[in-house]
């Protein structure tokens, strides 16, 4: 389950790269629903989530 | 690969507009265990006595003494940020209060239902939410039942900004609620001219001067379900939304209440309920003026806002507000589970000065932070003055003094205007 450090980092990042830019929101709800399926054990693949909220999910979740 | 057999059967499934005006329209599949009834449970003979006996009043009056105080304890930059948006929205608080007055600037094509182009046109706008349904007068506030000129009411519900909603409780949270106040109060009263442009009237029932409750004419109108944390739930931003009506004489269809399961949801959910930094939600429902619902506790709730930036939590653990009603509902389907539920990303939250609360943690406030002022304000000034009279007799001077502020207050008079 991503804990308040990942969390934080994986935002910290998202805020970085894309705050401001047209897709921020869409990543943003995507992040945060990837998020919720993988702390419920659920594969994302096929879960139709944004590729860049996916890429920052994978490489900000839980070892 | 076989596939999963679901959890749960599906009673039915509510088929809704996408969020955005252009998105396609999305589906709702609502478990056998979560169906109820559409809208919410009611007794109308109970809502029809409490609205005749007990007449509802707007907070802005019933609740002054608290609204008065809670200026006192913001934040500087709350308090600034108060201040200035009371400015940029009163011209719009302003202008609604006269529009039901106005005339339409065209004629009406006679017998032509009026309700698609009127949604069109609001969908346009940017409302993520439009329904349709009478007003209806057992909900109207004592101070404002006349005041309510035609007799069909056009919800509009405009979501608030998600990334800011996240950041809940925050200045930037508040940034989104009275900031999508101030969008909204503009859009209205564009909505009302377009509507005397097709030759009727149109009424605008400001977000920051509501003529009544608003939220069971929202439930009648099919746009969502009451949540345990007493805010409309609609499908797409849950209570992530600020609510405004327009009444008006232009012809309409009405809608009808829906059963998004929502009722029974909150009911297994509870996560705003464990989460309530004030404890101020409460686990089982109570029948209330008639209505099944899981009321809250002002008292315990009105001071965690006041201090902590309009804290929030509420909308902000919600599982419907931050992922939709059709990924929470159809992953309650696929595993009988809350989607987010004892997660981080979900449930945690930080509080100003006492840190960070993960799931299964909450902070601690003492009694005396519960204290605050009570009922209306000249409520409070004799309950004051009567623990005054209790501990001492006072000199004539202070009893002049208080004469002349309970004279004060009877002269405003009561408002209906402010947040919600």
Redesign the interface.
């Known amino acids: 389950m991503f804990n308040r450090p990942q969390i934080e980092a994986l935002f910290a990042e998202l805020k970085s790269e894309w705050q401001g830019k047209r897709d921020f929101e869409k990543i943003h709800r995507d992040v945060d629903l990837g998020i919720a399926y993988y702390d419920a054990g659920k594969s994302l693949t096929g879960a139709g989530l944004d590729d860049r909220a996916l890429a920052l999910i994978e490489k900000h979740k839980p070892e | 690969m076989l596939k999963e057999v679901p959890k749960k059967r599906v009673s039915h499934v509510v088929r809704r507009p996408g969020r955005l005006h252009g998105l396609p329209d999305v589906e709702i599949p609502v478990a056998d265990d979560l169906a109820t009834v559409p809208g919410i449970p009611k007794r109308d003979e109970d809502v029809s006595f409490y609205s005749r006996v007990y007449p509802v009043e707007s907070q802005n009056i019933e609740k002054a003494a608290d609204r008065d105080w809670v200026w006192t304890v913001y934040t500087e930059e709350v308090l600034k940020y108060r201040e200035r948006h009371d400015e940029i929205n009163q011209p719009l608080v302003d202008a609604s209060i006269l529009t039901g007055d106005i005339a339409p600037t065209a004629t009406p094509d006679v017998g032509k239902d009026m309700t698609d182009v009127i949604r069109l046109k609001a969908r346009e706008l940017g409302f993520g939410e439009v329904g349709f349904t009478k007003f209806d007068h057992k909900y109207a506030y004592a101070s404002k039942k006349r005041w309510v000129k035609y007799e069909h009411t056009i919800c509009l519900a405009l979501e608030q900004?998600?990334?800011q909603t996240?950041t809940i409780p925050s200045l930037e949270a508040e940034f989104a609620h009275f900031g999508t106040y101030e969008i909204e109060g503009a859009l209205a009263l564009d909505l009302a001219d377009y509507i005397r442009t097709l030759g009727y009237h149109a009424q605008v029932h400001s977000p920051n001067d509501n003529s009544g409750v608003y939220i069971p004419m929202f439930v009648a109108a099919g746009l969502g379900q009451l949540g345990a944390n007493g805010q409309l739930l609609s499908p797409h931003f849950g209570s992530r939304a600020r609510l405004a009506m327009i009444t008006t004489d232009a012809p309409v269809t009405y809608d009808e209440p829906i059963d998004y399961g929502l009722h029974n949801f909150c009911q297994i959910c509870q996560v705003c309920v464990n989460r309530c930094p004030g404890r101020a939600l409460v686990k089982e429902k109570v029948w209330w003026r008639g209505a099944e619902k899981n009321k809250l506790i002002y008292e315990r709730c009105r001071p965690v806002m006041a201090r902590y930036e309009g804290c929030g939590v509420c909308m902000k653990v919600c599982?419907i507000q931050?992922?939709g009603a059709p990924?929470v509902m159809q992953?309650y389907v696929d595993?009988g589970?809350v989607?987010?539920k004892g997660?981080?990303?979900?449930e945690?939250y930080e509080i100003p000065e006492k840190g960070?609360f993960?799931p299964g943690s909450l902070p601690q406030f003492n009694r005396q932070f519960f204290e605050i002022p009570h009922g209306r304000r000249e409520e409070w000034l004799f309950e004051e003055f009567k623990e005054k009279i209790e501990n001492d007799m006072l000199p004539t001077e202070e009893i002049m003094d208080f004469a002349v502020e309970l004279k004060k207050i009877l002269d405003e008079g009561g408002t209906t205007r402010g947040d919600e």
Do not use: A
Request: zero cysteines.
């Open positions: 900004d998600y990334y996240q599982p931050k992922y990924s992953h595993t589970e989607l987010g997660t981080d990303n979900l945690g960070y993960g």
